[in-house]
C-alpha cells in the first residue's frame, strides 16, 4: 500500500504573510521576526552563515579551555558527567530539566502555537523551534504542517519489507526496519555520489531530515495496525496537524487522545544529546551516514530496556500491581509492594534519571494532563499515589541519587486510558517524536561542519598503570 498525499516531497511553499511574533527572551540568539517567512529552509539559510561563523570564533578563541577533569569513575561508568558532545537543539539541568532552544516545558506549552485555544503545542511548532531558535507563528506551523504533509509518500516496498517479518517481531523491529527501507530515497546519498561539496551538506541532509520526520508517523501507524488491528490501515487525514494525524492512523479520534499526542510527541522530542538514542544518532551521523541511517540506528538504542523500553515497562508493572493488589490499594499495601519488587533484585520502573535530580518535568506536564481530562482514572490515582510512596523508599534504600518519577512514569496511564493499551507498542510512539530532534540536530551537525567523533579508549591495564603513576607523583 502507497500512502500519497499533497505534492511532491521536493515542493515548498514560498509565500510570505507580515506578522509580528511575541518572542521569549530567554531563548539564545532569539530574533523578533517582523516579516514573517513561511519557509523554513529559507530560515535556515539565513541564520547558518551566523552560526558558522559563531562557531568558528569559539574554536579560535575559547579551544584550548578547560571543561573539567575526567576521573576513573567517569570512564568506568558510562561517560556520566562528562561534557564531551555539542548539541544545539535543547539542555538538559540536573534541576529544572530540559529546556528547548532556551525554553522550559511550561514555556513552550504558553508560546508556541495550539491547534485550538488553551490547547497541547503543536509538534510542527516544535520543530521550528529546535531548527530556528525561534518561536514560529501559526500561519509559519501551518505552512510546515502543510510542507510535511506534502512529504508523507512511503513506497511499497518499505511495507513490504515490514510484512516479511513474522506479525509477532516486536514492534521496534518492524518500525526500524522500515525506516531502513526508507533510506533506498536518501537525497543526502545521491548528492554525496555526485560530489556535493562540504559546505553544501546541510541541504540534502534537510530534505532527508524533513522527508523522514514526515513518514515515520505512516510507518509506525502501519506496524501497530499490522499487529493489533488485523492489517487495516487507516490513511492519513490532509485536515489533521501532525500530532493528530498519528492519532488518527493508528485509529484513535477522540480530540483528547488528539491533544494526548501532541504533548506526548511534544515532550519526547529531544532531550539533549548524551543520551543512547540522541548519542547514536549523532555518532553515526558523524561518519555522513544519511538522516535516514543515523535514525534508524538511534531507534536500535532506543528499543533497549534502559532507554526507551522503559515507557513500555513501567505499564506493565503498575497493571502487576493492579492485578496482585487490586485497584483500590491502600498505600500502606503499595509501599509492601514496592518493597516487594526491590527485594527481589527489580527495579521499580519509571524512577530515577541518569541526569535529573528533582521530579522530570515531562512528568509533570502529564500529570496535569491527566488532571484535566482524567481524574478519575484508577491508573492515575495508582501512579499518583506511587510518588507519594516510592521516592522515599527509593531515599531510605540510599542507592539512588534521583528518587523522583521520570516522564515514563506517567506516559503509558494516559495512553491506556484513551485506549492505546498495547504497552509493547510504546516505544515506537517515543521514536516517532525523537525523530524531530534527532534529525533537526543532524542538519545543524552537518551545517557548522561537526567532525567524525572519535573519543579514545583505553584498558583496565592501561588505567591501572596510568593510577600508580598519578599516586607515585
Same mark, same amino acid.
Given at each position: 500500500?502507497?500512502?500519497?498525499?499533497?505534492?511532491?516531497?521536493?515542493?515548498?511553499?514560498?509565500?510570505? %504573510?507580515?506578522?509580528?511574533?511575541?518572542?521569549?527572551?530567554?531563548?539564545?540568539?532569539?530574533?523578533?521576526?517582523?516579516?514573517?517567512?513561511?519557509?523554513?529552509?529559507?530560515?535556515?539559510?539565513?541564520?547558518?552563515?551566523?552560526?558558522?561563523?559563531?562557531?568558528?570564533?569559539?574554536?579560535?578563541?575559547?579551544?584550548?579551555?578547560?571543561?573539567?577533569?575526567?576521573?576513573?569513575?567517569?570512564?568506568?561508568?558510562?561517560?556520566?558527567?562528562?561534557?564531551?558532545?555539542?548539541?544545539?537543539?535543547?539542555?538538559?539541568?540536573?534541576?529544572?530539566?530540559?529546556?528547548?532552544?532556551?525554553?522550559?516545558? +511550561?514555556?513552550?506549552?504558553?508560546?508556541?502555537?495550539?491547534?485550538?485555544?488553551?490547547?497541547? +503545542?503543536?509538534?510542527?511548532?516544535?520543530?521550528?523551534?529546535?531548527?530556528?531558535?525561534?518561536?514560529?507563528?501559526?500561519?509559519?506551523?501551518?505552512?510546515?504542517?502543510?510542507?510535511?504533509?506534502?512529504?508523507?509518500?512511503?513506497?511499497?516496498?518499505?511495507?513490504?519489507?515490514?510484512?516479511?517479518?513474522?506479525?509477532?517481531?516486536?514492534?521496534?523491529?518492524?518500525?526500524?526496519?522500515?525506516?531502513?527501507?526508507?533510506?533506498?530515497?536518501?537525497?543526502?546519498?545521491?548528492?554525496?555520489?555526485?560530489?556535493?561539496?562540504?559546505?553544501?551538506?546541510?541541504?540534502?541532509t534537510y530534505e532527508d531530515a524533513l522527508s523522514l520526520i514526515a513518514r515515520v508517523p505512516l510507518v509506525a501507524s502501519y506496524v501497530y495496525r499490522r499487529i493489533y488491528k488485523d492489517g487495516k490501515i487507516i490513511a492519513m487525514d490532509d485536515s489533521l496537524?501532525?500530532?493528530?494525524?498519528?492519532?488518527?492512523?493508528?485509529?484513535?479520534?477522540?480530540?483528547?487522545?488528539?491533544?494526548?499526542?501532541?504533548?506526548?510527541?511534544?515532550?519526547?522530542?529531544?532531550?539533549?544529546?548524551?543520551?543512547?538514542?540522541?548519542?547514536?544518532?549523532?555518532?553515526?551521523?558523524?561518519?555522513?551516514?544519511?538522516?535516514?541511517?543515523?535514525?534508524?540506528?538511534?531507534?536500535?538504542?532506543?528499543?533497549?530496556?534502559?532507554?526507551?523500553?522503559a515507557n513500555q515497562e513501567v505499564l506493565l508493572w503498575i497493571k502487576s500491581v493492579v492485578d496482585e493488589c487490586g485497584e483500590n490499594i491502600s498505600k500502606e499495601q503499595l509501599k509492601d509492594y514496592v518493597w516487594k519488587t526491590l527485594n527481589s533484585g527489580?527495579? %521499580?520502573?519509571?524512577?530515577?534519571?541518569?541526569?535529573?535530580?528533582?521530579?522530570?518535568?515531562?512528568?509533570?506536564?502529564?500529570?496535569?494532563?491527566?488532571?484535566?481530562?482524567?481524574?478519575?482514572?484508577?491508573?492515575?490515582?495508582?501512579?499518583?499515589?506511587?510518588?507519594?510512596?516510592?521516592? +522515599?523508599?527509593?531515599?531510605?534504600?540510599?542507592?539512588?541519587?534521583?528518587?523522583?518519577?521520570?516522564?515514563?512514569?506517567?506516559?503509558?496511564?494516559?495512553?491506556?486510558?484513551?485506549?492505546?493499551?498495547?504497552?509493547?507498542?510504546?516505544?515506537?510512539?517515543?521514536? %516517532?517524536?525523537?525523530?524531530?530532534?534527532?534529525?533537526?540536530?543532524?542538519?545543524?551537525?552537518?551545517?557548522?561542519?561537526? +567532525?567524525?567523533?572519535?573519543?579514545?579508549?583505553?584498558?583496565?591495564?592501561?588505567?591501572?598503570?596510568?593510577?600508580?603513576?598519578?599516586?607515585?607523583?
Open positions: 500500500m502507497v500512502f500519497l498525499r499533497g505534492v511532491s516531497a521536493l515542493s515548498r511553499l514560498r509565500s510570505r %504573510v507580515n506578522q509580528q511574533s511575541t518572542l521569549s527572551n530567554s531563548i539564545r540568539w532569539l530574533q523578533t521576526q517582523s516579516s514573517s517567512d513561511l519557509d523554513l529552509h529559507s530560515q535556515l539559510k539565513e541564520l547558518i552563515p551566523e552560526q558558522q561563523e559563531r562557531l568558528k570564533k569559539l574554536k579560535a578563541e575559547n579551544g584550548k579551555v578547560l571543561l573539567g577533569n575526567i576521573t576513573v569513575d567517569m570512564v568506568l561508568g558510562g561517560m556520566r558527567g562528562m561534557t564531551g558532545l555539542l548539541w544545539e537543539t535543547s539542555l538538559l539541568d540536573p534541576d529544572e530539566g530540559i529546556r528547548f532552544r532556551g525554553l522550559s516545558i +511550561p514555556e513552550c506549552q504558553k508560546v508556541l502555537p495550539a491547534a485550538k485555544p488553551d490547547g497541547e +503545542p503543536l509538534p510542527e511548532g516544535l520543530l521550528w523551534l529546535l531548527l530556528t531558535g525561534k518561536v514560529p507563528s501559526k500561519a509559519q506551523v501551518n505552512a510546515l504542517s502543510r510542507e510535511l504533509h506534502g512529504r508523507a509518500v512511503v513506497p511499497d516496498y518499505v511495507f513490504k519489507a515490514i510484512d516479511a517479518l513474522p506479525v509477532s517481531a516486536h514492534p521496534m523491529t518492524q518500525f526500524a526496519t522500515g525506516v531502513m527501507a526508507l533510506q533506498v530515497q536518501s537525497e543526502f546519498q545521491k548528492a554525496y555520489d555526485k560530489g556535493i561539496p562540504k559546505s553544501k551538506y546541510w541541504e540534502p496537524d501532525y500530532g493528530g494525524n498519528f492519532s488518527h492512523m493508528l485509529g484513535f479520534n477522540s480530540p483528547q487522545m488528539q491533544e494526548l499526542m501532541r504533548l506526548y510527541v511534544t515532550i519526547h522530542s529531544d532531550h539533549e544529546g548524551g543520551n543512547v538514542s540522541a548519542h547514536t544518532g549523532h555518532l553515526v551521523g558523524s561518519a555522513l551516514s544519511d538522516p535516514y541511517l543515523s535514525f534508524a540506528a538511534a531507534l536500535n538504542g532506543l528499543a533497549g530496556p534502559l532507554h526507551g523500553l527489580k527495579v %521499580v520502573p519509571g524512577f530515577g534519571h541518569g541526569v535529573l535530580r528533582k521530579t522530570d518535568p515531562r512528568y509533570t506536564c502529564q500529570r496535569e494532563f491527566a488532571l484535566k481530562h482524567l481524574p478519575d482514572d484508577p491508573l492515575f490515582q495508582l501512579v499518583s499515589n506511587l510518588y507519594e510512596v516510592v521516592p +522515599p523508599i527509593l531515599t531510605e534504600l540510599g542507592k539512588v541519587k534521583n528518587p523522583w518519577p521520570n516522564v515514563d512514569a506517567h506516559s503509558g496511564v494516559l495512553l491506556n486510558h484513551f485506549g492505546l493499551t498495547e504497552a509493547r507498542y510504546y516505544t515506537v510512539l517515543f521514536g %516517532v517524536s525523537r525523530s524531530i530532534g534527532i534529525c533537526s540536530q543532524l542538519i545543524w551537525d552537518r551545517a557548522l561542519g561537526l +567532525p567524525l567523533e572519535r573519543p579514545k579508549s583505553v584498558t583496565m591495564e592501561w588505567l591501572e598503570n596510568y593510577c600508580k603513576k598519578a599516586k607515585a607523583a
